[in-house]
């Protein structure tokens, strides 16, 4: 990174934000403060524009609009000037009016499904009471209760309580209905309305209520009228859904742009925060990738004139700490980014460790999965998933992760000589080449071990190097618990012999005389990280739990499979008892791989806390803060 | 050494962090929800604290098969 000042004068400021909005290369910083800087404070009318713009933004991302053009396609610069402020406050009109537009119409919609639904609970009463309602007129009158399903002493209840009061003069009919709930029709005296209805509204009996346009006439005539209301409610929200397509497909282009212009000139209100100025003249800082910087003055010496000076500052006039990070990997370690992400980003100047995430992960998970057959699996839905999703996207990345995962499950499945278990030996013979999973219980421990002391060994020397690029005394304290862990591992193997038995006293001293020099440059929690770090690499012994635990629940699928005695019923609990343990295997490498990189190994020298360089570019879907770096800039 | 012995020797070894691993999960799983629900973005944080006690059962699951072939 570069830390570079722009110089100019003050009546060009908003013409550099623009230009540099446009190149979308500078994360802007704090101008250093000066007794002749002064700080830009928004004019009342500025205030006022962010605040109008700020409403826009809001009503157009209440509307149900599409997220907008391929985010990898957007254009890094609009095609036309900025817009006026006449243009700002009719696409405001158009936000306001479809916003309200759209309420009316989801309103209406609203009252029609609603009426549907009740059309549609009144349907199945009149059908189930079909014979027995009442064909108009006469001296009877009919209610129509919805009572609890559950409830089924519910009936039995309300005829006690209508004898109690009204003897033997009425009727009562239950039946269920297909919603789960249960109808009742009753019929009663038209004298004893008011009684009846006094009881009914005591019990807390639910009346179900008329549609509209049933209220008059038979209710045993309901039925043909019931219909055809429910065709016509269909048939108007039918033309309601059509009537909101039109209005969103003739509102939203314009709408979708209004956003992108509004988000962009409140991006370019708040970067004029970030300027320092003068009666005459303006000072905006900020970083730069260094492989960068000539672009962004020949851009701005095009858009703006010659009267704009960029200027480098000098290593001393900045600290490591304050500058941004940008991850820069070549294009097959860069889908390993998306894990380095997701713990805070490293500091500025510190070492990335995507590349190393990038071999080590997938061996991990290799080591764990270690079978052709899932592997293929594996391999065949990281295609489908990398063919179903978008250029730049999370699944994406996760499906090229993905990928070296399987290449690696497939080839330790063949040095393990594993095939959906022990599918393959049974059916093509298949031998192990490098270990026995199943059997060789102890040498698949000592190689994760093995490989763990390696990946350990590898961070403290990572860590080393990161001390050694500025903090001297650590980086010597450091180097020595780097040198005892490997004279440890010397001792433990000469005494374990397999070493030669003469390097055990020499490991010893080389371990006494380091130990001091630990401790006097790292201090007395030194001794405490270095039990830390070997009980670090016995972590990694997961490695050869997880393997184990996966062959065995496949060996378990195969023979469990062929102790049914039907052949489809075996094959298809084999299937279902291998699709768990695929998903398992899946999940607990991924998590367990993860883990070993976060704790593990990143905790020997990985330093986060670094800014994420955000430079001011043009506003694009899917962004709610600053927009990310430009392509090309990675 | 009895038999016996051995394997009851490895299923403690098994048995014991296995369930201590399932009391530390049961209390920072909810605890991680909790926090999820609020912050999202912890969702990293989530997944290695729920791991972290794995390590118990895991290195219980060596120590077992250690006692095993040591007693065979």
Redesign the interface.
């Known amino acids: 990174m570069s830390r570079i000042r722009l110089l100019g004068p003050r009546e060009q400021l908003d013409a550099v934000l623009a230009a540099l909005q446009d190149t979308g290369l500078v994360h802007l910083a704090e101008p250093k403060s000066g007794e002749l800087l002064q700080r830009i404070s928004l004019s009342e009318g500025e205030a006022r524009q962010t605040r109008h713009l700020q409403a826009l933004v809001r009503d157009i991302e209440g509307l149900p609009l599409p997220a907008g053009p391929d985010r990898a396609a957007a254009p890094e610069a609009p095609a036309r000037g900025p817009p006026d402020t006449g243009e700002f406050a009719r696409w405001a009109r158009s936000a306001n009016r479809a916003r309200r537009q759209l309420t009316r119409l989801d309103r209406r919609v609203h009252e029609l499904e609603s009426e549907r639904a009740d059309l549609a609970r009144f349907e199945q009463f009149v059908t189930a009471f079909r014979g027995l309602l009442p064909n108009g007129g006469g001296r009877m009158q009919s209610y129509h209760l919805i009572l609890r399903g559950e409830d089924t002493q519910a009936v039995p209840r309300l005829r006690g309580a209508l004898s109690a009061v009204l003897g033997e003069h009425f009727a009562l009919e239950g039946a269920d209905l297909p919603s789960g709930e249960r109808a009742a029709l009753l019929l009663v005296p038209t004298a004893e309305t008011a009684r009846v209805e006094r009881m009914l509204a005591q019990s807390g009996v639910h009346e179900l209520s008329l549609p509209a346009g049933v209220e008059s006439g038979s209710l045993g005539m309901a039925l043909p009228a019931l219909a055809e209301r429910r065709e016509k409610l269909d048939r108007d929200l039918a033309e309601l859904a059509r009537h909101r397509e039109e209005l969103l497909s003739a509102e939203g282009p314009t709408l979708v742009l209004a956003r992108s212009a509004a988000q962009d000139r409140l991006l370019e209100l708040g970067a004029r925060e970030h300027a320092g100025i003068t009666p005459r003249s303006f000072v905006l800082e900020g970083w730069v990738p260094a492989a960068a910087k000539d672009r962004l003055t020949r851009a701005l010496a095009r858009q703006c004139g010659a009267s704009i000076v960029v200027e480098e500052m000098s290593r001393e006039e900045w600290r490591g700490e304050e500058a941004p990070v940008v991850l820069t990997n070549p294009r097959l370690f860069r889908p390993f980014e998306t894990l380095t992400r ?2 805070p980003l490293p500091h500025y100047g510190t070492i990335d460790p995507t590349p190393f995430m990038a071999v080590f992960f997938p061996m991990f998970f290799g080591l764990m999965m270690g079978d052709v057959g899932y592997g293929i699996t594996l391999a065949v839905l990281a295609g489908v998933l990398h063919a179903r999703s978008r250029r730049g996207s999370v699944a994406r990345a996760v499906a090229e992760i993905l990928g070296p995962c399987a290449a690696f499950a497939i080839a330790f499945g063949i040095g393990f000589g594993e095939f959906f278990g022990d599918l393959g030996r049974r059916w093509f013979g298949l031998r192990p080449l490098v270990l026995d999973r199943e059997k060789a ?2 040498p698949f ?1 000592g190689l994760a071990v093995a490989i763990g002391f390696v990946h350990v060994v590898l961070g403290l020397v990572l860590g080393l190097i990161n001390a050694g690029r500025g903090h001297p005394r650590q980086a010597v304290g450091r180097g020595a618990a780097l040198a005892m862990v490997l004279f440890v591992a010397v001792a433990l193997l000469a005494g374990l012999q397999v070493l030669p038995r003469s390097f055990f006293t020499p490991a010893v001293i080389a371990l006494l005389l380091a130990f001091p020099v630990m401790v006097i440059a790292e201090g007395i929690i030194a001794p405490i990280e270095l039990l830390s770090t070997l009980s670090s690499v ?2 990694y ?2 490695i ?3 393997g184990t635990a996966s062959v065995m629940m496949a060996v378990v699928a195969n023979r469990l499979a062929g102790s049914f005695g039907g052949v489809v019923v075996g094959v298809l609990f084999g299937l279902l008892f291998h699709l768990v343990n695929f998903v398992l295997g899946v999940f607990a490498p991924a ?2 791989g ?2 070993l990189h ?2 593990e190994f990143f905790g020997k020298f990985y330093s986060p806390g670094g800014q994420q360089y955000r430079p001011l570019g043009h506003w694009r879907p899917g962004e709610t803060e600053q927009p990310l770096p430009a392509k090309g800039i990675t | 050494m009895n038999p016996v012995w051995i394997v009851l020797a490895a299923a403690a070894a098994i048995s014991i962090p296995a369930l201590a691993t399932a009391w530390a999960q049961s209390r920072i799983g909810p605890a991680v929800a909790a926090s999820l629900a609020e912050k999202p973005e912890l969702s990293t944080t989530a997944i290695l604290l729920v791991a972290i006690p794995e390590t118990m059962a895991i290195l219980g699951f060596v120590v077992a098969m250690l006692i095993l072939y040591r007693g065979a």
Do not use: G, T
């Open positions: 997701m713990v219980l102890l421990l016995l972590s012994a997961r050869m739990a997880l998590i367990h993860l883990r976060y704790v």
